[in-house]
């Protein structure tokens, strides 16, 4: 199965040429010359502008841009600081430079010439976005940042919804229900980086006038899930042939577990179980190093040589980095259609916390699908039912209760 909306394509941006021409002007002159192509990023939940940026000469960025009067160029100011202080090992675009221009606040990033991964998941595509992450967490046990938020806390207070009842069983039966739809391949974003330094010495993070404190949980934009896979049709058998050269019959695929079946769920057996593992996700997640916070399917780049970057640096905190795994691999649940494939992934994290971590996310993307339309993206709410399915899918097949 694979969301109605494919995750290239789910932003409503401005392009260069709707950008202010005094904005643009500078933004050349900035990056050494005129623009001679500028590709929109088509990924995201946001109305800012983000596109690569080529000049005359042929140097590339990332450029973001959003008016000041919105808090969309708080949260670039805020990646900004963040992804200065990132360690060398860790995958991510780094800021060569921001400005404000015209009324705008402006973030340049390195350009990485690389894609979206596509759904369903290439399993090379996949372990590298996760050995990115692997590798990036290691690093980031040692915070760089000082006053980021405890991840503890965020669950704690955004993700209570089955203890709560904000979801009843009959709106969760409408939303478990899955449309197919048949996949389509993703816009390319960017490309490889240069080394930025290290930040050794853990530095406080600026809170500049303009930057606001990070809402407790932002959208997290799950991640989409593939098709199950066809069966291959059976080889005739060629009438020239003698008995003993038949052909053999084709390999048959894994077969994709059922998404979570509504009846099932709404049993109260398996509510009051819902509930239970929401009330362990604060204890379960708590730790000391810093997380990503918004690691989804749309915020990885794989570049040309197969090596993924990991971007949108700008709502991390202070937890158990398996989190961030889980998040990232609820995609692949759906992309690979059988367990095993997912939860090798998660082998030092615990059962019982990913479970845990399952029950709150499917809650929480949810019960925001469920809100009115989003002025942010009108794919939004799609996204977000979306990868509630998924979650509470993935978490069913691993309690036995579909």
């Known amino acids: 199965m694979l969301p109605e909306v494919p995750y290239g394509a789910t932003a409503v941006r ?5 950008l202010p021409e005094s904005l643009r002007e500078a933004i050349s002159e900035r990056l050494g010359g005129p623009i001679v192509t500028a590709r929109t990023a088509g990924g995201g939940f946001t109305r800012a502008f983000a596109a690569a940026l080529t000049t ?20 670039y100011a805020r990646e900004s600081s963040i992804t200065a202080a990132l360690p060398e090992a860790v995958a991510a675009p780094r800021p060569r430079w921001t400005m404000v221009h015209s009324d705008y606040f402006v973030l340049c990033l390195d350009f990485v010439d690389g894609h979206v991964p596509a759904l369903p998941w290439d399993a090379a595509e996949l372990e590298a976005a996760v050995t990115a992450w692997t590798t990036a967490a290691s690093t980031l046990a040692t915070p760089p940042l000082l006053g980021l938020p405890r991840l503890s806390d965020i669950t704690r207070h955004e993700m209570s ?3 709560s009842g904000a979801l009843p069983s009959e709106r969760l039966s409408q939303l478990v229900a899955f449309p197919e739809r048949t996949p389509s391949e993703p816009a390319p974003l960017s490309g490889p980086t240069a080394p930025s330094p290290t930040a050794s010495e ?3 993070l600026p809170q500049p006038a303009a930057l606001p404190q990070p809402a407790a949980l932002r959208q997290p934009a799950a991640l ?3 098709a199950a896979l066809p069966q291959p049709a059976a080889l005739p058998q060629p009438v020239a042939l003698p008995p003993p050269a038949a052909l053999p019959p084709p390999a048959t695929p894994p077969e994709p577990p059922a998404f979570a079946n ?3 769920l709404a049993e109260p057996a398996v509510l009051a179980e819902l509930v239970a593992l929401e009330r362990l996700l604060p204890d379960a997640v708590a730790g000391s190093g810093m997380l ?3 690691l989804r399917i749309d915020n990885v780049l794989i570049d040309r040589a197969g090596k ?9 905190c202070l937890g158990a980095p398996w989190f961030d795994t889980v998040t990232l691999l609820v995609t692949a649940f759906g992309a690979y259609a059988w367990q095993a494939e997912v939860n090798r992934f998660l082998t030092d994290a615990p059962p019982e916390g990913v479970d845990a971590a399952l029950a709150g996310l499917a809650g929480y993307w949810l019960a925001r699908a469920a809100g009115p339309a989003s002025s942010a993206s009108p794919h939004s709410r799609q996204h977000q039912a979306y990868s509630g399915r998924a979650a509470l899918s993935w978490l069913s097949a691993r309690r036995g209760w579909a």
Do not use: M
């Not at 042929?58 to 949260?75: Q, V």
């Not at 993924?308 to 991390?316: G, M, R, S, V």
């Open 14 to 18: 401005p392009s260069w040429p709707d």
């Open 56 to 75: 005359k000469d042929g140097f590339r960025a990332f450029i973001k841009a959003a008016p000041l009067r919105e808090p969309t160029a708080e949260w």
């Open 292 to 294: 990503h916070g918004d």
């Open 262 to 264: 509504p009846v099932v």
């Open 224 to 226: 989409p899930q593939p």
């Open 202 to 204: 853990p530095t406080a």
């Open 161 to 163: 919804v089955w203890s």
């Open 308 to 316: 993924a970057w990991l971007c949108d640096w700008t709502w991390p």
